[in-house]
């Protein structure tokens, strides 16, 4: 997971830089504003080799019962170095999902200039019911355990597999969820950026986020647009089509570059085996999968094979792992 995160920073670090680089000209928003979140030295190693500070805030877990149960969101932060006159603000960071953990986030700051990470607080958190933010929701711990049918419905009997496997996960999400699986909408996270951004002392924010996190950004920026400084929204989400439409969108696009991806392959012969041209790449790495679909492997199944390919189909600095 820490070089997941590490390496899908790396690719938009780019943007990053253009969006966030310091301009000449362009002074920051407000010598830094007081805290109202009590920072403290975090418990988990990482975090602590990031260099980051951690702290609880504790937000209305139904906004219409300011009074009634809380959430405890876990929040980081990488602090600022520069001056004050050189200050530009605070960067929340989401990393998608929904529901991605995002508390390391703020290690993107390391792969950035020197001035551009100094300018800026890095601030991540855990959104509602993930990580260390509590109450946490665990529907069914061993739902994603090997070996899984196969995710093609070669036959009635898979289709039904996934059919049940589905609506028994819903219901245990039923049962687990208790009064948090009612308020862990894309609304009520950005409720949460925003009393982030209140407990921060800050007029406005800057925020980063990718995938889902760009849907979270465009609904943070509609109901907020006086609160948005600079917004860096990668590998967009279209509002118009979450959440089923969107994912087959995705599928039609990862399917592309994995075809790429198997030319790749085959250009590096001499390193892989795996076939001189795309084709025979492909039909080497579905003839695989299709004998796991037929014999699985201990604890390796045709749907851990699948999974194992898929990162190829979002970025291509993966490819030589």
């Known amino acids: ?25 362009s002074p920051a928003t407000a010598a830094p504003a007081q805290s109202g979140i009590a920072w403290h030295d975090c418990d ?11 702290a609880t805030l504790d937000v209305a877990m139904d906004p219409a019962r300011p009074s009634g149960p809380v959430v405890h969101l876990a929040v980081t932060r990488r602090a600022h170095t520069a001056a004050a006159a050189d200050y530009q603000g605070v960067v929340l960071i989401n990393p998608g999902g929904p529901g991605g953990s995002g508390a390391a986030m703020p290690f993107i700051s390391y792969l950035l200039p020197d001035d551009v990470a100094a300018a800026y607080d890095w601030i991540g958190w855990d959104p509602r019911g993930v990580g260390d933010t509590t109450p946490t929701l665990s529907c069914d711990p061993s739902y994603f355990d090997p070996v899984r049918p196969p995710y093609e419905p070669f036959g009635h009997g898979i289709e039904r597999a996934w059919l049940t496997r589905s609506s028994t996960y819903a219901a245990a999400c039923d049962a687990a969820g208790g ?24 007029e406005k924010i800057n925020y980063y986020g990718y995938s889902y996190g760009t849907y979270l950004g465009q609904l943070y920026a509609t109901l907020h647009p006086d609160r948005v400084r600079r917004m860096i929204l990668d590998s967009n989400v279209r509002p ?18 994995l075809r790429v991806w198997f030319g790749w392959i085959a250009s590096y012969d001499s390193v892989y085996h795996l076939g001189t041209t795309a084709r025979q790449v492909e039909r080497t790495v579905m003839g695989a999968r299709a004998r796991l679909a037929r014999t699985p492997a201990p604890g390796f199944g045709a749907a851990e094979f699948t999974d194992a390919l898929l990162a190829a189909g979002y970025n291509q600095f993966s490819w030589p792992g």
């Open 1 to 25: 997971m820490r070089t997941t995160r590490r390496t899908m920073a790396a690719l938009a670090s780019a943007a990053v830089v253009a969006a966030l680089v310091p301009l000449a000209g």
């Open 44 to 54: 988990n190693p990482f975090y602590v080799e990031l260099g980051l500070q951690c």
């Open 179 to 202: 009064d948090l699986l009612e308020h862990m909408s894309t609304l009520d996270n950005v409720r949460d950026m925003d009393s982030i951004r209140v407990a921060l002392g800050q």
């Open 240 to 257: 118009s089509r979450v959440w089923e439409q969107f994912n087959l969108d995705q599928n039609v696009a990862l399917q592309k570059v």
